[in-house]
C-alpha cells in the first residue's frame, strides 16, 4: 500500500519543484506586490479626502475668525478716533494691541493649515504616481508570469498525466487524504517513522500509534498532521 504512494508522491515532487519556482519567481512576486499597492490604493485616497475635508473645514473657520478679529480692529481704531479723554483712548488702544497680537496668532495658525493641505496635495500626488507605476509593474510582471507558466505547461501536464495513472493504483481513501493535505500546499507528505518519533516533525509516538504503525497502518501525525508509515 505505502510503495504506490511513494511512488506518486515521487512524481509529485516534480510537478511541486515547479510549482515552487513558479510561486517565488521574481515576476510573480513583483506582480503580487503590485497588486497588494492597488488593492490598498482607494484607502490611502479616503483617508487623504477625510484629512482634506478636515483641513478645509478647519481653515474656513480660521478664516472666519480672523475676519471677525478685523472687524473689531477698525471698530476699535473708529472709537479712539472720536475718544474725548486719555484714559478712553489708552484703553482702546491697549485693546487693539491685544487684537493684533490674537490677529498675528490666527494668522500664524492659517499658515500652518495651508501647508498642511499643500502636503496633503503632494500625498495625492504621491498615490497617483504610484498607482501609475504599479499598475506598470502588475501588467508586464503578469504577462511575464504567464508567459514562465505557459513554458512550463507541457513539462506539468506530462508530471500530471504520469500522477493520474499513478493515483488508479493508490488506497482510494489514502490518496483522498494525501490530495487533500497537498491541496493545503503541505509537501513532502509522506515520512517513515524514526524509530518512535515521527520522520518529519520529531514527536514521540504514542503506543497505539506504534503499534497501527507496526501493523503496516499508515496514520497522521497528532502534530503535524504528515502521513507516516513504519519503515
Ligand atoms: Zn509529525
Keep these: 500500500m505505502i510503495e504506490e504512494l511513494l511512488k506518486y508522491q515521487e512524481a509529485d515532487e516534480k510537478l511541486h519543484k515547479i510549482e515552487t519556482e513558479l510561486s517565488e519567481s521574481d515576476v510573480r512576486k513583483k506582480a503580487v506586490a503590485a ?25 474656513e473657520g480660521m478664516l472666519n475668525k480672523l475676519t471677525a478679529l478685523k472687524d473689531q480692529e477698525s ?11 486719555e484714559n478712553a483712548v489708552n484703553y482702546l488702544i491697549k485693546k487693539t494691541e491685544e487684537l493684533l497680537a490674537k490677529i498675528k ?79 493545503k500546499k503541505m509537501f513532502p507528505i509522506v515520512y517513515a517513522v524514526r524509530g518512535e518519533f515521527c520522520g518529519a516533525c520529531n514527536m514521540q509516538l504514542n503506543m497505539a500509534d506504534l503499534s497501527k504503525l507496526k501493523n503496516g497502518e499508515i496514520i497522521e501525525c497528532d502534530q503535524c498532521g504528515r502521513l507516516i508509515y513504519k519503515g
Design 105 to 183: 496668532s490666527v494668522s500664524a495658525d492659517c499658515a500652518k493649515i495651508q501647508s498642511d493641505i499643500q502636503a496633503v496635495l503632494k500625498d495625492y500626488a504621491t498615490v497617483a504616481n504610484t498607482t501609475k507605476s504599479a499598475t506598470a509593474q502588475y501588467n508586464e510582471n503578469g504577462k511575464l508570469y504567464n508567459e514562465l507558466k505557459a513554458q512550463k505547461q507541457p513539462e506539468m501536464d506530462a508530471i500530471k498525466s504520469e500522477l493520474e495513472k499513478l493515483k488508479a493504483k493508490v488506497d482510494p481513501a489514502l490518496m483522498a487524504k494525501y490530495l487533500e493535505k497537498r491541496e
Design 35 to 59: 497588486k497588494k499597492y492597488l488593492a490598498g490604493a482607494p484607502e490611502s485616497i479616503n483617508k487623504l479626502d477625510v484629512k482634506a475635508a478636515e483641513l478645509y473645514s478647519a481653515y
Design 75 to 85: 471698530e476699535f481704531e473708529n472709537a479712539v478716533s472720536e475718544a474725548e479723554d
